[in-house]
């Protein structure tokens, strides 16, 4: 059990504590948490900033029917769109935990894909011959159940992780989440 302990803070713990730090850090650099000092602030963020994407959405969408114009938010909201990729696409997984473990199994499962796509060639004259339109429909949708996988990360790492004790890798990916978090408020405090 002490090697499953080791094992999965190795594996889980510390991938998803830097990948937390790095999240926590430049949304406080880019001042997307304003007035984050600990958990619950980061968390009332999140939903902060969840929520306003979403009335936003609603609102386009509203006045697209209507065939108004963009949309204008209220005094001392943030345009969620505003933000960098990395952080939307954290936002679209839900945030928090569960958004971190859906981010980095996207980045797994994505980067496999990278990898299996380009080793079928023979070189780049074949790359450059197999293009076509097939190719990119083939590509979006292999991205939308990349995406389905990662929001169903527990069965995507439940299938992968063989062990007698799970209940120890999501304890050790948690404890990583709140160590990274933690590290970053400690270190925006400084």
Same mark, same amino acid.
């Given at each position: 059990?002490?090697?499953?302990?080791?094992?999965?803070?190795?594996?889980?713990?510390?991938?998803?504590?830097?990948?937390?730090?790095?999240?926590?850090?430049?949304?406080? *650099?880019?001042?997307?948490?304003?007035?984050?000092?600990?958990? !619950?602030?980061? !968390?009332?963020?999140? !939903?902060?900033?969840?929520?306003? *994407?979403?009335?936003?959405?609603?609102?386009? *969408?509203?006045?697209?029917?209507?065939?108004?114009?963009? $949309?204008?938010?209220?005094?001392?909201?943030?345009?969620?769109?505003?933000?960098?990729?990395?952080?939307?696409?954290?936002?679209?997984?839900?945030?928090?935990?569960?958004?971190?473990?859906?981010?980095?199994?996207?980045?797994?499962?994505?980067?496999?894909? @990278?990898?299996?796509?380009?080793?079928?060639?023979?070189?780049?004259?074949?790359?450059?011959?197999?293009?076509?339109?097939?190719?990119?429909?083939?590509?979006?949708? *292999?991205?939308? @159940?990349?995406?389905? $996988?990662?929001?169903?990360?527990?069965?995507?790492?439940?299938?992968?992780?063989?062990?007698?004790?799970?209940?120890?890798?999501?304890?050790?990916?948690?404890?990583?989440?709140?160590?990274?978090?933690?590290?970053?408020?400690?270190?925006?405090?400084?």
């Amino acid at each position: 059990m002490v090697r499953e302990i080791f094992r999965a803070l190795l594996l889980a713990g510390i991938p998803v504590a830097v990948t937390s730090y790095l999240l926590i850090w430049w949304a406080l *650099k880019n001042k997307y948490f304003q007035g984050a000092s600990n958990l !619950k602030d980061v !968390k009332s963020h999140f !939903k902060d900033l969840s929520k306003a *994407k979403s009335r936003k959405k609603k609102e386009e *969408k509203r006045r697209r029917k209507e065939g108004g114009g963009a $949309v204008e938010l209220g005094p001392g909201q943030q345009e969620p769109n505003k933000m960098n990729p990395v952080h939307n696409k954290w936002l679209s997984f839900g945030g928090g935990f569960y958004g971190v473990v859906a981010l980095l199994t996207y980045a797994v499962v994505e980067l496999g894909e @990278i990898r299996d796509f380009f080793t079928q060639f023979d070189g780049l004259s074949s790359l450059i011959s197999d293009i076509t339109v097939g190719l990119f429909i083939g590509f979006f949708i *292999k991205a939308c @159940i990349n995406f389905i $996988v990662a929001i169903a990360w527990p069965a995507y790492w439940l299938s992968d992780i063989r062990s007698d004790y799970i209940w120890i890798w999501f304890v050790a990916a948690y404890a990583g989440y709140w160590a990274g978090i933690r590290f970053a408020l400690h270190q925006a405090d400084n």
